[in-house]
């Protein structure tokens, strides 16, 4: 271990000596302890992204000036449409995903290193329950969709086959996540097919650019954002054991959307089929102003322009059909090759540019007292996963309707978007409608067929409550041999049990 005069001299080089102020007042362990820390942190490179954080904080925010002329929406050629292709493309591109994944070439990589401050818990998100019948939490949901699709494929091609599932954690959601899949049988997939690994932390740094200390004897650290995905893959050594099991396509995800369709093979075959080295599924933007990125061009080249970068003159532009010019809204949701992920951890990481995050940052006053400010008091530098999107030489993006598709959770109660509540209705709305076009009728408590309306208000419940198992359909299929022509009083939970009872006997 290095001595304390070895990190006061690293410390000085880098202009953080009072990183030890209190050294005199700690104990031998917490003294180790510190010294263990401060002894990663490399003086260059610390003194560089001190320097950073402070230079960028302080640059002035909003649009650039010249922006709105170097932007254009993605070329039409580039950009698939789920619900506006003809049943025949939409089946080509499935059968093609379905194909790869029986080939065990298709992996997911769910990106799972933030903390659920925002939604008011201190463990992962992953671990979180929305209130579903099925008291299922968003791991759990995701884990029968991979079990789900590998049985999908292997009924299609008559093989047996897996689809890797990679969890990127940080220091904080690693021990949590870890002992929850073991705590669950790892939801009965085989553990030798669940990767963990951890992606890199950074010091949380001061307006000028002071790292910040959390506790006498502990810096303030935080993941160094979803974009730290490609460090991670290259620290872990991740591409070596795809590459053993024979991926070559990955399907990255966020861990907070509650619709996300794992190994999505419409998806993933619309890629292939392109011969794209990276996409990007998108959301059509509800309204000009959605605090959602915009997935377009900067200068002929794909990338993520972030809401706040775009004026509200741009934001507002129309196309000749009279959409929105800018609606491909980002919902982090991404296709890779691993080729192409080979060469961003091997050549452009590095050109990657951090972003500043300014947070509310617990920190220990110059008398040692610990303070929860009430304001914004530090610098976090992320990079995003989609910062690579430039790098690509065949991009594509894949619109997909939000209703389907697209239900983050991000904030507590009572807010009005994001929330468990509103995670809570997109499914069992999503799950009521499936049961109804299977063939369902659902009774009121009279025992009379309750009206099958066109459409739901906004913001409203469904008629009746509807949980679908993802171990008994996917994204809707195959319903009608259990559902069609049958009543059933709400709730109505479909699990595997439940399906096997309403299974026609073979006579």
């Keep these: ?24 007042e700690l104990a031998p362990e917490p003294r180790a302890a510190l010294l263990e820390e401060l002894a990663l942190l490399e003086p260059e490179a610390l003194r560089e992204h001190c320097w950073r954080a402070a230079e960028a904080c302080a640059r002035p925010h909003g649009p650039p000036p010249d922006l709105a002329v170097r932007l254009r929406p993605l070329p039409p050629q580039r950009v698939g449409r789920a619900s506006r292709s003809d049943p025949e493309t939409r089946r080509r591109w499935e059968e093609e995903g379905f194909r790869q994944i029986s080939l065990n070439k298709v992996a997911v990589l769910l990106l799972a290193g933030g903390q659920g401050t925002r939604l008011g818990v201190t463990y992962p998100k992953g671990m979180y329950r929305v209130g579903l019948p099925s008291r299922k939490t968003l ?32 220091e904080f959601t690693l021990g949590p996540t870890a002992e929850f899949f073991r705590e669950h049988n790892f939801f009965h997939l085989d553990p030798a097919n669940v990767v963990m690994f951890e992606q890199r932390l950074l010091p949380a740094v001061t307006f000028d650019g002071k790292v910040i200390l ?14 730290g995905l490609y460090c991670a893959l290259e620290d872990h050594k991740i591409l070596e054991d795809m590459e053993r099991r024979g991926v070559e396509f ?9 619709l996300v369709r794992l190994a999505d093979p419409v998806f993933i075959g619309f890629c292939v089929l392109q011969g794209a080295d990276c996409g990007a599924k998108v959301v059509e933007k509800a309204y000009p102003e959605e605090p959602v990125g915009v997935v377009c061009q900067v200068d002929g080249v794909p990338q993520v322009v972030e809401y706040s970068e775009i004026s509200p003159e741009t934001a507002q532009l129309r196309a000749s059909d009279g959409s929105l010019l800018y609606n491909a809204g980002n919902i982090c949701n991404h296709f890779f090759t691993r080729g192409f992920l080979k060469a961003v951890t091997r050549e452009f990481e590095p050109l990657l540019k951090p972003h500043v995050a300014v947070k509310k940052v617990p920190y220990v006053d ?21 910062d690579v999107f430039r790098f690509a030489k ?10 389907e598709e697209f ?3 991000k904030n507590a109660e009572p807010a009005d978007r994001d929330s468990p509540r509103t995670s809570r209705r997109a499914l069992l709305t999503q799950h009521y409608w499936w049961a109804l076009r299977a063939g369902a009728h659902f009774l009121d408590a009279h025992g009379a067929w309750l009206p099958e309306l066109p459409g739901l208000p906004p913001n409203g419940d469904p008629p009746a409550i509807c949980e679908i198992s993802p171990l008994v359909s996917y994204s809707g299929e195959g319903l009608e041999v259990y559902l069609q022509g049958r009543e059933f009083q709400s709730p109505l939970i479909l699990d595997e049990d439940q399906a096997r009872e309403l299974q026609p006997q073979e006579s």
């Design 250 to 258: 990955v399907h990255v995800y966020c861990v907070d959307n509650i």
């Design 139 to 170: 791991y759990q949901l995701q884990a029968e969709r991979i079990r789900r699709v590998e049985q999908l494929a292997s009924e299609r091609h008559g093989t047996r086959c897996t689809v890797p599932w990679y969890v990127m954690t940080s």
């Design 1 to 24: 271990m290095a001595s304390e005069q070895d990190v006061r001299a690293r410390l000085q080089r880098a202009g953080q000596e009072h990183l030890l102020r209190f050294w005199a």
């Design 366 to 386: 110059e008398e040692g007292n610990l303070v929860k400010p009430l304001k914004p008091n530090g610098i976090k530098m992320e990079k995003f996963v989609f």
């Design 407 to 409: 239900s983050p959770l």
């Design 214 to 227: 959390e506790r006498k004897d502990k810096v303030a650290m935080a993941p160094d954002g979803n974009g």
């Design 394 to 403: 065949n991009f594509v993006a894949f619109e997909v309707l939000r209703e």
